[in-house]
C-alpha cells in the first residue's frame, strides 16, 4: 500500500538503488504511493525503465503526479504499465501530455 511505497521511495532516493524493474501491481497504492513514486522517479537515484503499477488505486490524482515526473528530465521509463487504477479522462490527458513531452522514452 501506500506506506510501503514511502519505504521503497526512501530506498531508491538513498543513491544505493540498483533497480532497473520494479513490480508493484496489486498493492493497494493510491494517490499518496503515486506520489512516492513521482518522487522516486524525480530523484534520478534510481534508473528505472520498467515500472509495474497495475491494479491499483491510483486514480486521476496520482495519474497527475506520476505524469509530472515523467516530464522530469532524470526519468528514465522506457515500460509503464497502468491498467486498472481508476484513471479517468482527467488521468489519461495528463499523462497523454506527459508523453508528449519525449522526456520518457515510454
Known sequence: GDE???YIDSAIRSGKCVLTKLA????????VGAIHIAQAIQSGKCL?????LGNNRIGD?????IATA???DKCAL???DLYMNQIG???????AT?????KCKL
Not at 528505472?48 to 509495474?52: A, I, K, Q
Not at 490524482?61 to 503526479?65: F, S
Open 4 to 6: 510501503g511505497v514511502r
Open 89 to 95: 479522462d482527467e488521468g489519461a490527458r495528463h499523462m
Open 70 to 72: 515523467i516530464k522530469s
Open 78 to 80: 522506457t515500460h509503464l
Open 48 to 52: 528505472l525503465t520498467h515500472l509495474g
Open 98 to 102: 506527459a508523453i508528449e513531452s519525449g
Open 24 to 31: 508493484l501491481s496489486a498493492n493497494q497504492i493510491g494517490v
Open 61 to 65: 490524482d496520482g495519474a497527475r503526479h
